[in-house]
């Protein structure tokens, strides 16, 4: 059987409750309550109102991404560490390698005569060594560092102004390349309130945020981003190849959508908002009469 709550009878009153509650508690997101609910999100709203049951407090919620960074964020900090030793490890075997087949080809070099490339072979060689040198003295350092690290006090206190530092993190700073996919980018957003995030920023239009969320019938982005708390978009973002007709983009390699994606990623371009997309043409009109100097 699966885990709570997912081992919860819905097929009664009150194991509808209790999946209710929990969503009410911020033990579960909307989405999830209405997979185990079977139903959907409107229905769940419409049952919660109907039984008394009030949506998550920013109080509950706030609790709830404590929680969650106080259980996650040591399993991220482990793998972004084993990734660094892993990279550390790997690397200096390929140079290993390399110096070997270099000094192969300098030995070559020699027997053929080819003293000036045997001397240039030499020089790489000996410059490819002290990389080694650096590298293994710094993989050095980062194991003590690790160590040290290691032997810190492990219950760390996930207090609200720790939880501050982190939400400053690179991780969780808005930024458009985090969150968008599809036609854009390769990242994909892991959750319901990333994509609405980017729906609500500008950085994706209704459309494809509906499909993302795989929306069933009855249900709507705003009815959702009002339950969990996400601003509504000042207006309706455009699709990436709508945005670039607006700005008189020309496909590069048969792509439509990369100058105007570029843009975003370089923070250029605000969103796919019309009216940002309007201000971004005429700023590149005006550097391409001569008023201004463009960073395309």
């Known amino acids: 059987m699966a885990e709570y709550p997912f081992s919860i009878d819905v097929s009664t009153t009150e194991g509808q409750l209790e999946v209710l509650r929990l969503w009410s508690s911020a033990e579960l997101d909307l989405s999830t309550a209405a997979l185990i609910l079977k139903e959907t999100t409107s229905r769940v709203l419409e049952l919660a109102t109907l039984h008394g049951i009030k949506p998550p407090t920013q109080v509950a919620l706030d609790n ?33 390698e390399a110096l070997d087949f270099l000094a192969s080809i300098a030995l070559e070099a020699e ?10 072979y030499s020089v790489a060689h000996a410059s490819l060594r002290r990389a080694l040198d650096v590298l293994m003295s710094a993989r050095e350092q980062y194991g003590g560092a690790r160590r040290a690290e290691s032997q810190a006090p492990a219950d760390v206190d996930y207090t609200d102004a720790s939880l501050a530092v982190f939400r400053g993190l690179d991780r969780v700073v808005p ?93 250029r371009l605000g969103s796919y908002f019309p009216s940002d997309v309007l201000k971004r043409r005429e700023f590149e009109r005006a550097g391409k009469n001569g008023g201004l100097k463009t960073d395309i």
């Open 111 to 120: 027997a053929y005569g080819a003293m000036e490339a045997h001397q240039s």
């Open 175 to 267: 930024r458009p390349d985090y969150y968008l996919i599809g036609d854009f980018n390769h990242v994909e957003p892991v959750t319901e309130h990333d994509i609405l995030w980017s729906w609500s920023m500008g950085f994706l239009a209704t459309t494809t945020a509906t499909q993302m969320l795989a929306l069933e019938e009855g249900d709507t982005l705003g009815e959702i981003a009002n339950q969990l708390g996400v601003p509504l978009p000042r207006e309706e973002a455009l699709l990436p190849a709508a945005a670039a007709i607006i700005l008189g983009d020309t496909p590069i390699d048969g792509d439509l959508t990369f100058s105007v994606r570029r843009r975003i990623r370089d923070g």
């Open 64 to 96: 709830r991404i404590r929680e969650l960074e106080a259980r996650v964020r040591p399993q991220l900090r482990k793998s972004k560490r084993d990734h660094v030793e892993e990279r550390l490890t790997a690397i200096p075997v390929s140079i290993s």
